[in-house]
């Protein structure tokens, strides 16, 4: 199982802040999962046409090839604003 | 005390300032900045962070800091939830035996902050409520520490 948050404008795009998602069979990375999402289609092609979307995993900043595994929390959220 | 929070609250600059060196005499600077809400034809300002992350980014740029100058105290405190126009979002201080140190550090974290600490802030316009987008500025301003010291 994979703990998968949204922030910020992503969240209210997508209508959801968090689910747990049984991670399927082939998929090893952020870009595969970021692609996975993307296939659901609707406001969740937002996955497969955003460029400056950004990943944590577990709460670490990651690019696409970074490695997601079962038990991992990973976020997805636009460019932090802060400060 | 921590060094870093992540708070509601409002902070007092004062006594932020004066325990950087309460105590300390080997201190012989204290930097701090404080960033504000502007106005600019904004009501209010909505401030949400990844809690949890947020902690622990906020600790690594402290700790990136420390690598980089010879620092002796480190606060940083950033609000979030609803904001007014004046109100103070975000306290960084630094301590050091020279003002060098305590000056460049200060600034260095500012910068790391405002590009890598997970915060997003949504402005409230007469217009309705609005994302705030990233600026490309402040990219700029945190790659000019790569390489340098």
């Known amino acids: 199982m994979l703990k998968l948050l949204y922030f910020a404008s992503l969240r209210e795009t997508l209508g959801s802040a968090r689910e747990d998602l049984e991670l399927p069979t082939g998929i090893d990375t952020i870009a595969q999962l970021r692609a996975h999402l993307a296939s659901r289609g609707g406001s969740w092609q937002v996955f497969a046409t955003s460029k400056s979307l950004r990943a944590a995993v577990n709460q670490a900043m990651a690019g696409g090839d970074a490695p997601v595994k079962a038990g991992d929390e990973v976020a997805f959220f636009p460019p932090v604003t802060g400060g | ?149």
């Open chain 2, 1 to 149: 005390m921590n060094e870093v929070s992540v708070q509601e609250a409002d902070f007092d600059v004062g006594a932020e300032t004066v325990a950087l060196s309460a105590g300390d005499d080997g201190a012989g600077a204290v930097a701090t900045f404080v960033g504000l809400v502007r106005g600019e034809g904004i009501r209010a300002m909505s401030l949400e962070h990844y809690p949890g992350m947020t902690e622990k980014a906020l600790a690594e740029i402290v700790e990136q800091a420390r690598q980089r100058w010879q620092l002796r105290r480190v606060r940083i405190i950033h609000r979030v939830g609803r904001l007014l126009p004046g109100d103070r979002i975000v306290f960084v201080g630094v301590s050091s035996s020279h003002r060098h140190d305590a000056f460049a550090a200060c600034e260095f974290i500012m910068d790391y902050l405002k590009t890598r600490a997970p915060f997003w802030k949504k402005e409230e316009t007469d217009a309705g409520a609005r994302w705030v987008d990233a600026r490309e500025s402040d990219d700029t301003a945190a790659a000019r520490w790569e390489g340098a010291d």
